[in-house]
């Protein structure tokens, strides 16, 4: 299956409009995301055009925001298919990933936000 009929699929499944990322536009990561040792937390926040909104981080992030890099999302493609599957999701989405279970939810609040 291509990476684009996963997320369509996985859109459809929590009810939520099908909102691709380009291969182009930019992700915000934190360590810890290309090594995939420890579980994920990713949360979509509207953003300019350049931007996917994905803010992808670990427990390795210890709150500084310096210490997060931005990265064309073909990038989490190669490193980290498994994360694409939820890059469609719209503004206002989050996950959380490699814990106990799969969490995926909308939050109003997220949704309102701008960066």
């Known amino acids: 299956m291509s990476i684009e ?3 369509k699929e996985c ?3 929590y009810q939520a409009i099908y909102a691709p990322v380009e291969a182009t ?5 934190s360590k810890g995301i290309y090594e995939g040792s420890t579980p994920v937390e990713g949360v979509r926040y509207p953003s300019p055009n350049h931007m996917s909104g994905w803010w992808l981080t670990t427990d390795e992030y210890d709150g500084n925001i310096s210490s997060l890099v931005t990265v064309h999302f073909e990038h989490i493609i190669e490193k980290r298919p498994e994360l694409a ?10 996950f959380n990933l490699g814990g106990e279970s799969e969490h995926v ?3 109003q609040a997220v949704a309102n936000e701008s960066i």
Not at 25 to 29: A, K, S
Not at 85 to 94: K, T
């Open 11 to 13: 859109c459809e499944h």
């Open 105 to 107: 939810w909308f939050d």
């Open 85 to 94: 599957i939820y890059m469609a999701l719209p503004f206002g989405y989050r």
């Open 25 to 29: 536009q930019l992700v915000t990561i």
């Open 5 to 7: 009929s996963v997320q």
